[in-house]
């Protein structure tokens, strides 16, 4: 779920990039840079549940 909005998130900013205005476009880039970040943070701090 997470990683197919990322993607949403960068389709639209390629076509922004591509048809749209350059503000939108770096706006789109920064957002799903953050939420990139913000998947990577969330599955970094997991636990794993691990038992040797």
């Known amino acids: 779920m997470f990683l197919t909005a ?10 922004a990039a591509a048809f749209g205005p350059m503000r939108l476009a770096g706006l789109l880039t920064a957002a799903s840079f953050l939420a990139a ?12 549940p691990l038992s040797f």
């Open 6 to 15: 990322l993607f949403a998130l960068l389709l639209a900013a390629l076509a």
């Open 37 to 48: 970040v913000l998947v990577y943070l969330h599955h970094a701090t997991d636990p794993l």
